[in-house]
């Protein structure tokens, strides 16, 4: 009889997601089925035996930071300096009728204009090497982030994505503030910390760096506030789900080896950089979770694509293109060369997409003889097959 009182299993062939319902990644399959897969990286720890490292006087190495992390630096030896980490398979790929998610949380650290900065999907080891990919690159020269597509070397940019030195992520938000706290050197330790500046924006506690003189081994943390729901668009938060925050407090988790001189501190935003491609006409990207532009197609819209046409090997300019910019891959048709009797829809960004697998890569090329570092605390990264 228990048999007939058994409660039939709740099926999800789409999987199940954690992300908030305005979330970029709302939909990202955390709890699979055999037509979705997916991979978290929290570096805990980082591995090396499961990454392709490329480096020239570079390094990357286990970070001790709650959750885990990878630091990534360079010695500053030459001006091409470079470090970059890959996982060590070609496992993305972009396909018509299946999702694609790709998610990367990093930090930058200190004086970084002077370096590229790449996240996203390649297909080589080294990023700046690649013939094809889908990626963020910050650019020597400032703070600012643009969402790069790579095929075949023909290279689409959209400038002005996001922003890594702003909290929120999000570029030329007036409401994000970069928080800082204070200490007292008392005995060659750090001690008393005091928040002298809460910032807002942070969608997570922010990286915070010891970098007081002589001294090591100190160790410090901080803490959001109570988060507003809200983006640059909409203060108020009503509606959103997404945090956007100061930092509350501050501790001292080991105070030092008693050499400091100062008691410096850095405060570094963690930055989420993300896009989605929904499998049937449209791709979102987003920073820390809120859309910032799209590129979609008659299928999304059937008839009419809709937004500023974009052809494969232009440059477009988020700074001049209003807010959450609509695009659509217009000036590119992939013809049955490639897709037999069915062509992706105009303006389909699959028009501009690269057509072969990829694997998650992160790192930076130096453009100074500087040393130089970054930090990369998680990736996310998801797929449909039919």
Request: aromatic share 10%.
């Amino acid at each position: 009889m228990a048999a007939f009182d058994r409660k039939p299993p709740t099926r999800s062939p789409s999987g199940q997601s954690t992300y908030p319902p305005r979330h970029v990644l709302k939909d990202f399959p955390y709890l699979t089925s055999d037509y979705t897969i997916y991979k978290n990286e929290d570096f805990l720890p980082y591995r090396s035996v499961d990454y392709t490292v490329t480096q020239t006087n570079g390094t990357a190495a286990n970070f001790n930071w709650n959750g885990g992390a990878v630091k990534l630096s360079t010695t500053g030896t030459t001006s091409s300096d470079k470090i970059m980490v890959a996982n060590a398979a070609l496992s993305q790929q972009f396909m018509l009728g299946n999702r694609q998610f790709f998610d990367a949380r990093i930090a930058r650290a200190g004086s970084y204009t002077d370096i590229n900065l790449y996240v996203g999907l390649s297909d080589n080891a080294d990023l700046s090497a690649a013939t094809n990919g889908v990626y963020f690159l910050k650019p020597a020269g400032g703070t600012a982030v643009n969402f790069v597509i790579k095929n075949g070397g023909t290279v689409t940019t959209f400038q002005n994505v996001g922003d890594l030195n702003n909290p929120s992520g999000i570029f030329n938000d007036p409401n994000g503030a970069n928080a800082s706290v204070t200490f007292t050197l008392t005995s060659g330790n750090y001690t008393t910390p005091v928040v002298a500046a809460a910032g807002a924006g942070y969608r997570v506690a922010p990286l915070i760096l010891a970098t007081g003189a002589t001294g090591a081994n100190a160790m410090l943390a901080t803490a959001l506030g109570g988060s507003v729901q809200g983006n640059f668009l909409n203060p108020s938060g009503l509606g959103t789900q997404i945090p956007y925050a100061g930092i509350a407090n501050a501790w001292i988790v080991n105070k030092g080896n008693g050499a400091y001189t100062t008691v410096t501190a850095e405060i570094d935003p963690w930055i989420n950089l993300q896009f989605y491609y929904n499998g049937f006409g449209r791709i979102v990207v987003g920073i820390n979770g809120r859309e910032v532009m799209a590129i979609q197609g008659a299928a999304v819209d059937v008839g009419n694509p809709g937004g500023t046409g974009v052809t494969a090997g232009g440059t477009y300019n988020l700074a001049t293109s209003g807010i959450g910019p609509l695009f659509a891959a217009t000036g590119t048709q992939l013809t049955t060369t490639n897709f037999g009797p069915t062509v992706p829809a105009v303006g389909d960004p699959m028009n501009i997409l690269p057509l072969t697998q990829l694997q998650v890569v992160a790192g930076f090329v130096n453009t100074t003889a500087n040393a130089r570092s970054m930090y990369w605390d998680e990736y996310n990264v998801a797929t449909e097959f039919n």
